[in-house]
């Protein structure tokens, strides 16, 4: 089996693997999801939409909620 990127969604409890490399933008777009909506780390570090994201990383992406 090829390695794959790793899209972690905990909010919604799901996971997904995508080829790579890729940009997160483009993730976030086979994901079907917004960019405006989520943010994306990789560890402890907070990853950009123009970041590449290589074969065999994991990534987590996190839905923004704001409220008042």
Excluded at 13 to 24: H, L
Excluded at 25 to 32: C, E, F, N, R
């Amino acid at each position: 089996m090829l390695p794959m990127i790793r899209v972690r969604l905990p909010q919604k409890k799901k996971e997904m693997e995508v080829p790579g490399p890729r940009r997160v933008m483009d993730i976030l777009a086979a994901a079907g999801l917004r960019p405006a909506t989520v943010i994306v780390t990789q560890g402890k570090h907070l990853l950009t939409k123009d970041h590449r994201v290589e074969d065999g990383e994991t990534i987590d992406v996190i839905s923004v909620v704001s409220g008042g």
